[in-house]
Every structure is written in C-alpha cells, then in structure tokens.
C-alpha cells in the first residue's frame, strides 16, 4: 500500500452507549465499518423520558432503516401549541405539514423505546459495566482504558459518553457543563386516546415555569414542568409528594389537561434534573480522537433538538470516514460540518430557556408578547435552519458525504 493510500478501518472505538454512541454504531455499521461501543452502566437502557423527534432526525432515522419502526409506535405530531398558563395563545406551528415537504413527520416517542429500536438494529458488539476513564493515542490507532484497569484498541475513538464525557476531559479539560439556572421534572401520565387526543403538543409558559406535554405512544402521555432553582436539589419524600408539589406548582393553569395529566401520573415515573448546556467549542477532537452528541454540544432541551442533533452526528461522521481522506482529516472534516450546524442550535436553546425563566411580571408579559409577534417567522426559520437540512436524507436526495 503507498503512504499516500489510507489503510482500511479495522475497528473504532465507540465510548458511550447512549442514543448518539448506539446511532454511530449504525451508521457505521451501514458505511461497512466494524465498531464497539462502551457503556458505562451495566445494562444498555435509556431513561424513561420522552424525545421530540423532529422531521430532520427522522430523515436521519429513515437513512439508518429505522424511521418505520419508529413511526409504528410514535404518534405524528400534527401541531406544536404554545400558550402562557393564564391561556393566552401564543401561536401553533403546524408540524404535521412537514410529512408532506420532507417525506417524515415530526414525532413523540420514548427514549428507551427510540434507544431499543436502534440498539435491535446494530450488531456491532455493545460491552456495559464498561467505565471510560482515559486514552492513550498511537501513531497508527487509539488504547483506550477502563476503570477496571482493561484497555481496547481501535483505529479511532469516538467520545459519545454525554454531557460529562470523560473522554471530553482528557482532550478539552475537566471543565464541567454550564448550569442553565432550572430544573425539570418528567414524568409519564396514563389516558386512553379518548381522554388525550393523539398527535397533540403542548407547552405553556408561566412566570419562572414551564409545563409541556405530548403523548409518546398511544395511550401514554410525557410531559416536563420546569421551575427555576439552584443546582444539585433533590425531592425530600415520596413520589406523591413531589407529584402534589407540582399540582400546586401548576394550580390554577387555565389548560385542565395539565390537573388532568398530572392526576393520571404514576409518581415512580418523575425524574428530576438540573437542566445542563454548553457554549459551542472550538475545538471537538484531535489526531484520532472526536467527540459526538451531548460529548461535543451539549445543548439544552428548548429547541429539542439534541437527541437529533447526536444521530445526525453519525451519519456524517460516518460519511467522512470513507472518504479516503485519511483518519485525523476526515475527523476534522466531521468536526467542522458539524459545528457549524450545532453551535447556533446550542446558543438558540439557551437564550430561549433564559425567556423561559423570567419571572417578572412585566418581563414575562413582554415575552409572550414577543413570541406572539414572531411566531410565524419563528417557525420559518425553524423549518429553514433545523428541519430543512434532513433532507439530505431524503430516498433518492444526493448528499456530500
Ligand atoms: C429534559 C430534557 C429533554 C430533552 N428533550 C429532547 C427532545 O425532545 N428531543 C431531542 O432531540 N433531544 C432532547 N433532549 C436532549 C437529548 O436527551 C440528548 O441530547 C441526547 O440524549 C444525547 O445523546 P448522547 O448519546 O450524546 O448522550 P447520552 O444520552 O447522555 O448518552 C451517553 C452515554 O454514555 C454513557 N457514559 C457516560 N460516561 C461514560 C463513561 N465514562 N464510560 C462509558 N460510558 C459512559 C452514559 O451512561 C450514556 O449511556 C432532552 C434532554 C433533556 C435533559
């Protein structure tokens, strides 16, 4: 082989068994590529939450061959609603028209269950109860290392291990992620089609707290209250408890689906979290080793675009991978496409969470009426900058990698 041919990819390395690290894997997988992914937990499962899966993550989804499993269980969402909690309607945008430009709805669906679809579609070999904590890069490949003191080999690595990726500490430092300043809580509530028509989104906005809901599958309904709050709280007491501090947070909503949904919720379903972001980087990787999903962009739920944002990071990457460029360039490649599509979305999520979070009076009443007033030209330039670039993806659409 001359020195100028790269050599063929014998294994990369996949660190993180989450939606983006699962995604790569099959992405990988469709390019010819051989890969193993690392989990840190010890069985390979997503949380319990619900993800927004819009058109562009489900051009990504129906190029990986998944996008009609996913449709099966998850309803199209035909409007996204948005109010303020006295009832005001702020504007609808009307998602459902997206099947007909893209060729893909915008959908609602579990994570564990998006997660095991992916997952029953990869056979590349998935190891958990295995904790990155570092690498070692080679000349000609990555070792990387265990917390049980076990390393791996590969030709590349790939850090898809999450907002506190440890494979992101080695290379960019241990900053840790930003605090966004609140907090949300999930959950899950049981009602039949009757009581909760399918396809429905819905979020309201009231002063220094959020409430959004949309249903996941039939018959069952996630939603999210957010509530400013300092950092590294937890809920004393039972689940109950916390499900009646969240009717009184919420008392008096003008929507009554929201008594409604939290009444039909079953309290082991809440999560907690402090709401988590980053300010895009410059920098996502070095000689054999990037960084991909949350690892690299961590951004906030507002636009609910990370889960999509980390597959459509798979596919690309797995595209530069046979370009013939090389590992370290194609690598660069990845990096710099990608950081130019995610960067905006990261600082987009955060200024709308800072609106989220006002608190008072006058500022919130200005708020909505400033959503009011943009929203047709909101949703525009959510079509032309975040929805449109899956189409790319679309059966028969040409693409550049
Ligand atoms: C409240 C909330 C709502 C959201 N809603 C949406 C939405 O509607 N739509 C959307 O697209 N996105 C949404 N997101 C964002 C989305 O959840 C993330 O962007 C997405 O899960 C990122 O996937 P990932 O694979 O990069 O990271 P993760 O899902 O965090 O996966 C990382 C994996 O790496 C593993 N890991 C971590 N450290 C190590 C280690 N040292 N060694 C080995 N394994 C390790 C973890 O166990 C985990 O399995 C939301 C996020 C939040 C918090």
């Known amino acids: ?18 939606i983006g ?7 990988l997988q469709q390019r010819g590529i051989d890969s193993i992914v690392f989990e840190r937990a010890p069985q390979l499962r997503d949380g319990g939450a619900g993800l927004h899966i819009w058109t562009n993550g489900m051009l990504a989804l129906d190029h990986l061959g998944v996008a009609d499993q996913v449709s099966a269980i998850a309803p199209a969402q035909s409007a996204c ?12 945008w009307p998602v459902g028209q997206f099947v007909q430009r893209y060729g893909q709805p915008t959908v609602a669906i579990g994570r564990s269950d998006l997660h095991g679809i992916l997952r029953d579609a990869v056979s590349a070999p998935v190891v958990t109860g295995a904790e990155v904590t570092g690498y070692t890069e080679h000349d000609e490949g990555v070792s990387l290392h265990f917390a049980d003191g076990t390393s791996e080999d590969g030709d590349l690595l790939i850090g898809a291990d999450g907002v506190r990726s440890a494979v992101r500490a080695q290379l960019l ?28 989104f819905q979020a309201l906005f009231g002063p220094g707290t959020r409430f959004t809901y949309y249903d996941i599958a039939p018959g069952v309904v996630h939603w999210m209250s957010v509530a400013d709050g300092p950092a590294g709280g937890r809920d004393e007491g039972t689940p109950e408890q ?3 501090m969240l009717r009184a947070r919420h008392a008096g909503w003008a929507d009554p689906m929201v008594r409604r949904i939290l009444d039909a919720t079953v309290p082991e379903s809440i999560l907690r979290g402090d709401v988590l972001d980053r300010k895009p980087d410059p920098v996502w990787g070095r000689g054999r080793v990037t960084l ?24 690309v990457l797995a595209g530069h991978l046979v370009s013939g460029a090389g590992v370290p360039r194609a690598l660069r490649a990845y ?32 708020r909505d009426r400033f959503m009011a007033l943009t929203w047709n030209k909101t949703f525009q330039s959510t079509e032309r900058d975040h929805v449109a670039y899956g189409a790319r993806w679309k059966s028969g659409a040409t693409t550049s990698v």
């Open 292 to 315: 991909l999903g949350d690892a690299a962009h961590a951004m906030s739920f507002n636009i609910g675009q990370g889960a999509c944002q980390a597959i459509e990071d798979g596919l």
């Open 335 to 366: 990096e710099a496409e990608r950081r130019e599509r995610t960067g905006p979305m990261q600082v987009l999520a955060h200024r709308i969470g800072v609106l989220g979070s006002l608190q008072n009076p006058a500022a919130v009443w200005l």
């Open 81 to 92: 609603n948005f109010a303020t909690s006295a009832g005001r309607t702020i504007g609808t």
């Open 173 to 200: 430092g241990p900053q840790p992620p930003d605090y966004t300043g609140y907090i949300a809580w999930r959950g899950h509530a049981e009602l039949s089609p009757e009581e909760f028509p399918p396809g429905t």
């Open 242 to 244: 916390t499900l009646d």
């Open 21 to 27: 690290g699962i995604a790569t894997a099959l992405a």
């Open 1 to 18: 082989m001359s020195a100028q041919t790269p050599r063929p990819l014998r294994r990369v390395l996949i660190a993180g068994g989450g």
